[in-house]
């Protein structure tokens, strides 16, 4: 008989019921299982996001050791902080306004005794950031004689060290040295390699010292360039010389000198770079750790295991929640990164998701000003102009806009800064770039070398116009050149209106021009030199508010809602794979969620983006 034909014996009824159950019951225990673990995440993130708010002792040292770079706002989402936490990883990204916050609050705090910090993990620090840092320490040991700051490293960078700078204290281990090297910009020019591979770049710009494409349409820098970029860096290293010659008490000359002879002095002490720093008095004690808590130790009468030390961390949290600041009149936007029309990258600037932020400060009642604080070197210049019809708005609302500028404000960063009631920015600020560039690649000669060939069929003459397997037709060469043009003027326009400067004047700082702040005031494109505190201020008397009127950052509403999704869907992903075992599945899922929740590639065709 064949197979098919054998009848199927039909299993009994209670074994069949049996089965079922077994199955219900393992369902639910997945369930479960699921939920309580997700349940317990979602606690230990919400906890984490909370920040756990701990006693202030009587005697206390504010501990700062960032574990990461310095940023205008953290990016790191509660899901990626856990994951680096669980890892035994400390590293994460330290939002400059949260730390001078903190250190602003010390400041006037008696039971501040001292402040440590310990620069071994730093990251990364602009220029503009770590003089932030450096001012704000300043502050602190002029307004409050007591409290005294320590700092210790290793080995000290050229932007550490300007943190440092600004210490009663300076330790550096006997291995260290401190790096001053002096400034640079370079890039690397492809226009051959570029030749070779058949691919050409169509480049459309206003401003011969719009220098953005250049690396791609050139072997070398254009000489409007290397005078721009020369006469920023000699800015931007006087700044450097001058805040480093003032904090430590010492000659601007003697500054450069050890920069300029380092290899040589380096030399001549036998390689001992912490013995160099001594002598130059650029540091004041020669130890490692053990040595800097030790005198810790000595400064607060205690010993070194039972140091009173509060993180800064800590310390906002605490001060944070001994103020109401859900109605704190002034609000704080950050602009930072490069300015999209949408996306989902946490390092750039989303225009509509900022635009509907300041549209709610406009129909808040409660918020009485704003400050923007900018750290963006352009990007699309559509979404440039909706962030600020959004502010201008504000503006006529009656509320006031001060614009506080970051490391970079430049570009598309400074047509938005237009809008602003008053323009502060710091000495180290790279502003302006007031230019225009689109680019538009075209593949024809690589198709031609790999004897690739494309066809089409089309409704008009220029269905295809923009397709970079084509060649470009001048007659739409022209029209982007045009729409290029125009966005220049307006550019120019608004710069002028905005500042209250004839259109002559502007272009005498406009073609792509590239500024420091100082340079910036110099040239009445900024108002003032100062940092985020310096706007605070100005927000205030604007407002007609109390001096210690209190400010409140603006998050985007989705902000610690959609992480939190993400984080649960992550996590909802690997708790099932791990129960089958399958690493490698598990490892998917990791990869499959960051490119889920990133955003496609984009390319940016017409975009005031900063140069150098």
């Known amino acids: 008989m064949p197979d098919h034909a054998v009848p199927h014996k039909r299993p009994f009824l209670l074994w069949r019921l049996l089965g ?64 680096r936490r669980l890892s035994g990883s400390e590293e994460e990204d330290i939002a400059v306004p949260d730390l001078l916050e903190a250190l602003h609050r010390a400041g006037t705090d008696t039971r501040i005794q001292a402040v440590a910090l310990d620069l071994s993990d730093l990251k990364g620090a602009s220029l503009t950031k770590a003089q932030s840092i450096a001012q704000a320490l300043t502050r602190m040991r002029k307004s409050n004689a007591h409290i005294k700051v320590l700092v210790f490293a290793p080995s000290y960078d050229q932007n550490s060290y300007l943190i440092a700078s600004a210490a009663d204290e300076i330790f550096m281990d006997a291995m260290g040295t401190v790096m001053i090297p002096g400034l640079a910009a370079s890039s690397l020019y492809l226009k051959d390699f570029l030749e070779q591979l058949g691919i050409d770049v169509h480049i459309f710009r206003v401003g011969a010292y719009k220098s953005a494409g250049e690396p791609l349409s050139r072997n070398d820098m254009s000489p409007e360039a290397r005078d721009n970029t020369g006469k920023l860096l000699a800015d931007l290293w006087q700044n450097y010389l001058a805040a480093v010659a003032q904090a430590r008490g010492i000659k601007e000359q003697d500054i450069r000198d050890y920069a300029d002879h380092l290899p040589m002095l380096l030399r001549d002490h036998q390689g001992d770079g912490a013995a160099l720093a001594k002598e130059r008095r650029l540091i004041t004690t020669i130890g490692g750790r053990s040595a800097f808590r030790a005198r810790l130790a000595t400064l607060m009468h205690e010993d070194v295991a039972d140091l009173p030390a509060v993180p800064w961390q800590t310390y906002r949290a605490h001060v944070r929640h001994a103020i109401a600041r859900d109605k704190a009149p002034i609000a704080i936007l950050t602009i930072q990164g490069m300015l999209m029309d949408e996306t989902q990258q946490p390092d750039q600037a989303d225009a509509g998701e900022l635009a509907g932020l300041i549209a709610e400060a406009r129909n808040d009642p409660t918020i009485k000003a704003l400050v923007v604080r900018i750290d963006s070197p352009g990007g699309s210049a559509h979404a440039a102009e909706v962030i600020r019809r959004e502010l201008v708005a504000l503006r006529e609302a009656h509320k006031p806009v001060i614009i506080s500028m970051g490391s970079v404000a430049a570009s598309g960063g400074y047509w938005i800064a237009s809008a602003g009631d008053r323009i502060i920015a710091s000495p180290g600020t790279i502003t302006g770039s007031i230019g225009v ?97 310096a706007a ?64 496609a590639p984009q390319i940016l065709a017409l975009c005031p983006c900063t140069a150098p």
């Open 20 to 83: 079922w159950m077994g199955w219900l019951i393992d369902l639910v225990r997945r369930i479960t299982l699921n939920v309580v673990f997700i349940g317990l995440v979602v606690l230990i993130l919400l906890g984490w996001r909370r920040e756990i708010i701990k006693p202030i002792p009587q005697k206390a040292i504010l501990i700062v050791a960032p574990h990461g770079s310095l940023v205008e706002q953290s990016a790191t989402t509660p899901f990626e902080a856990a994951m």
């Open 437 to 533: 560039i689109g680019l538009m690649p075209s593949f024809v000669g690589s198709m031609a070398k790999l004897r690739l060939h494309s066809d089409e069929v089309t409704t008009t003459p220029y269905a295809t116009a923009l397709s970079p397997v084509k060649p470009l037709d001048p007659t739409v060469a022209q029209a982007t050149q045009a729409v290029v043009e125009n966005i220049y003027r307006q550019f120019v326009s608004l710069v002028a209106q905005s500042r209250d400067l004839p259109v002559a004047i502007v272009e005498q700082s406009a073609a792509g021009q590239v500024f420091s702040g100082l340079e910036a005031k110099r040239r009445q494109l900024v108002d003032e030199l100062g940092d985020l505190d």
């Open 536 to 599: 605070l201020r100005e927000a205030r008397r604007r407002a007609k508010l109390d001096d210690q009127a209190k400010a409140r950052v603006l998050m985007p509403r989705g902000g610690f809602g959609l992480h939190l999704f993400q984080s649960v869907s992550s996590l909802a992903t690997l708790v099932r794979l791990s129960q089958d075992g399958d690493l490698a599945s598990i490892l998917h899922a990791m990869t499959q969620q960051r490119a889920l929740f990133g955003s």
